[in-house]
């Protein structure tokens, strides 16, 4: 089972793009984690945001791995503890499909990228800027991978 991380957004800074590329290389063995940047959508003064989001929805369709078992970050998803997420993951490898996991842009995602979505994860009821999720989900994935192979990782 490999993994895609599909993000609007470009660029990181360097320090969200080195703990990404930290928790990437330890995931490798167990969740083989993909970053995939997508264009963000035209905005500004005269620009329709919602036109932006539904451009980035396009861009973020196409990115999808064919049969990958989607899931979106969304401030309206369930909200899973590490343990959860490791029973998660779990639940996900035995039915043995890649996994898309899917962060939107500054106005969340487009209806049909929800629609899309096998399943919606929340981080929370705090806003968190765009690129610190990419990191913060890439440590949660290798959180939960490492609670599955009881390594020393978690200690709750």
């Known amino acids: 089972m490999k993994a895609k991380l599909i993000a609007v957004g470009e660029k990181a800074p360097g320090w969200v793009a080195e703990g990404f590329a930290e928790y990437q290389k330890r995931l490798s063995h167990w969740l083989p984690l993909e970053l995939v940047e997508v264009t963000p959508g035209q ?17 973020v369709l196409s990115a999808l791995p064919k049969h990958a078992l989607v899931v979106a970050l969304d401030g309206r998803g369930a909200a899973w503890s590490s343990e959860k997420l490791a029973t998660r993951l779990e639940h996900w490898r035995q039915q ?17 990228v929800l629609s899309a ?34 390594h020393p990782y978690h200690r709750a």
């Open 43 to 59: 905005r500004g003064k005269g620009r329709d945001a919602a036109r932006a989001t539904a451009d980035e929805g396009a861009r």
């Open 96 to 112: 043995g499909r890649d996994l898309a996991f899917l962060i939107g842009g500054p106005e969340g995602h487009a209806a049909d």
């Open 117 to 150: 979505a096998d399943e919606s994860w929340s981080l929370g009821p705090l806003t968190l800027p765009h690129m610190l999720v990419r990191l913060v989900v890439a440590e949660q994935l290798y959180r939960a991978a490492s609670l599955l192979a009881n």
